[in-house]
């Protein structure tokens, strides 16, 4: 798991970028910037709940602290830490 405590800011904004139905669930430092996996389908807000609790878990904060900001139905997604 990828330790991102350094962005626990309030007010930061996190953009990465998703792949849903992966085989693992993981959150990646890329050239590109942060990439996400999970392994649930992009159906009914599913993939978007998963991605919140992975990135709050590498946060180490409360997953209701973000806010999903842009990107509700794109692979591109920007959260924020309130």
């Known amino acids: ?47 978007n709940a998963a991605v919140a609790k992975l990135l709050a878990k590498a946060l180490g904060v409360a997953k209701s602290r973000l806010t999903l900001v842009r990107g509700q139905t794109a692979r591109d997604k920007v959260f924020r830490l309130d």
């Open 1 to 47: 798991m990828t330790d991102l405590a350094h962005l626990a800011v309030p007010g930061t904004e996190i953009a990465l970028r998703v792949t849903p139905k992966a085989s693992r669930n993981a959150i990646v430092v890329a050239e590109e910037g942060l990439r996400a996996y999970v392994t649930v389908v992009p159906e009914d807000g599913k993939a």
